[in-house]
């Protein structure tokens, strides 16, 4: 189970957008979760993401491969143990 801490990636609001941008199924293929999982994640702050005009998430490439490399870190820190 992946789990992502409160605030992990806290952005300021209006923060240009950097690079390219990812869907919440992109990012939850990363993570090995269910989009709506990733739009929850979104929704209680844990990762940051931006609105289309449409209304839709999208989230920054690098923000979300810095977090999977934490994540991962972690991971691997845990069952070095």
């Not at 990363?30 to 709506?36: Q, S």
């Not at 999977?68 to 820190?77: F, I, K, N, P, S």
């Amino acid at each position: 189970m992946t789990i992502i801490p409160e605030n992990s990636l806290a952005v300021e609001p209006d923060a240009p957008i950097a690079g390219p941008l990812m869907t919440p199924g992109e990012v939850a293929a990363l993570f090995r979760v269910d989009p709506k999982t990733v739009t929850r994640w979104a929704a209680a702050g844990r990762i940051s993401s931006v609105r289309t005009p449409g209304g839709h998430r999208r989230f920054v490439e690098a923000e979300i491969r810095m977090l999977l490399a934490a994540v991962e870190t972690v991971r691997r820190e845990g069952e070095a143990r």
